[in-house]
């Protein structure tokens, strides 16, 4: 079991958060509905899906769903750039699609340069470049 086929994200709200990423991020969809009941998105590797949060809630465990809190799941996602430049234009566009910075870019211990910013959701996203980390023919990075 060494794949990950899917990450899903509970949203509070679809139409917002298909607005960020498909819209205002430019994440690649066949999907052209402003408020659909489920969306997948065309990212390389790893399908990327949005559902509603407390449908999730209730397919995990129906008669015990997970508590929907507020506070940091412990969870990043992270989108690995091949420049500096390209973290600052990534971040630039998350702000405009309506994202939060939660970090601005800066170099960090890992010898590398990265910043952090919030999906409507509260989710993190890590936009980041290490300079001793590279990328094969398919765009997929290498470690």
């Known amino acids: 079991m060494n794949r990950i086929s899917i990450i899903c994200l509970g949203v509070k709200d679809m139409a917002q958060s298909i607005r960020f990423y498909r819209d205002g991020l430019g994440f690649a969809t066949d999907e052209k509905a402003d408020n659909p ?44 750039v091949k420049s500096e430049a390209e973290v600052h234009e990534i971040m630039d566009l998350a702000k405009k699609a309506g ?34 980390w590279s990328f094969d023919e398919n765009d997929m990075l290498v470690l």
Do not use: C, H, M, R
């Not at 559902?51 to 992270?78: H, M, R, S, V």
């Not at 590398?112 to 996203?125: E, H």
């Open 37 to 80: 009941k489920v969306v997948f998105f065309n990212t390389t590797g790893t399908k990327f899906e949005l559902y509603p949060l407390k449908l999730l809630t209730e397919d995990i465990n129906e008669k015990n769903p997970p508590q929907i809190d507020a506070g940091f799941a412990g969870i990043t996602l992270a989108y690995n």
């Open 99 to 132: 994202a939060v910075i939660a970090k601005e870019p800066q170099k960090v211990f890992w010898v590398g340069y990265s910043g952090y910013f919030t999906d409507p959701n509260g989710y993190y996203w890590e936009v980041a470049y290490n300079p001793n």
